[in-house]
């Protein structure tokens, strides 16, 4: 890496962002400096972003097809239809509830850490 940021912000090191030296081959724009702060765009955080768009999709297709099931699974499970809506509005409150102590893990530990 050739600049490390500082977590605190206290020297002029925590406006670089973290680089590795084959992100500086990917960039799709020239670097910009817009109001004193160096900036860029690279290929790899495009598709970060398409990734985590991709997966956040999905993720709401799987929990929607409880709509269209929800006959079935009153029969099937016995559970009333009322249970069935808490369970599917019950998937957004896990993440939110679940996202706070992972961002803090990968904070505290790295994302390369939290992913093994």
């Not at 912000?9 to 084959?22: A, I, K, Q």
Request: glycine letters at 8%; aromatic letters at 12%.
């Amino acid at each position: 890496m050739n600049q490390i940021r500082d977590s605190h912000g206290d020297n002029e090191e925590s406006t670089n962002l973290l680089r590795s030296e084959d992100e500086h081959d990917n960039e799709l724009v020239p670097k910009e400096t817009i109001g004193g702060v160096e900036t860029a765009v690279y290929k790899k955080r495009w598709w970060m972003l398409f990734v985590y768009c991709f997966t956040a999709t999905a993720q709401g297709m799987i929990w929607n097809t409880w709509a269209p099931l929800t006959g079935a699974a009153v029969i099937g499970f016995q559970w009333t239809e009322g249970q069935i809506t808490a369970l599917q509005a019950l998937s957004g409150l896990v993440y939110i509830v679940a996202a706070f102590p992972i961002l803090y893990v990968i904070e505290k530990y790295g994302v390369k850490s939290f992913a093994l």
